[in-house]
């Protein structure tokens, strides 16, 4: 006795464990373009390092500057000192300054990170993409 519909059923199958990639690219996409307007602007480093990093059939990842994490989430008061030299040298107000440390008063929350990812997911419905992925496989 054979399965009638076997091959269909095993090339819908096939599309169902596809769906992922072209949705979490959908969903990496709306997520930095929802990041960008949200992040503080100082210098635009942060805001143009923002984007997609890649979307397989696991996990979709967007990157960005290391000091992300930084401005999302804030940083506390902490004493800077200089590692390799004996002094902090720096410009302020238009002079240089040499200090053997230096208290950094910290800085607070700016959060836009997971806001971001969250209204990204909720504009990206997968069952969507998996019904019309199902029913272009047949």
């Given at each position: 006795m054979s399965?009638?519909?076997s091959?269909?059923?095993q090339r819908r199958l096939r599309a169902i464990g596809q769906t992922f990639?072209?949705?979490?690219?959908k969903w990496a996409d709306?997520?930095?373009n929802l990041a960008k307007p949200a992040v503080p602007v100082k210098t635009g480093r942060l805001r143009k390092s923002i984007r997609r990093k890649n979307a397989s059939m696991k996990r979709a990842t967007v990157v960005a500057h290391f000091t992300a994490?930084?401005?999302d989430a804030g940083t506390k008061p902490h004493t800077i000192v200089p590692k390799r030299a004996k002094n902090?040298?720096?410009q302020a107000g238009g002079q240089t300054i040499f200090a053997r440390k230096v208290h950094h008063r910290g800085a607070?929350?700016?959060p836009?990170?997971?806001k971001a990812a969250r209204e990204a997911l909720r504009r990206t419905p997968m069952a969507e993409e998996l019904i019309k992925l199902w029913n272009e496989a047949a």
């Open positions: 399965l009638k519909g091959p269909e059923l990639k072209p949705v979490g690219r709306t997520t930095v994490p930084m401005v902090l040298v720096f607070r929350a700016q836009f990170r997971q």
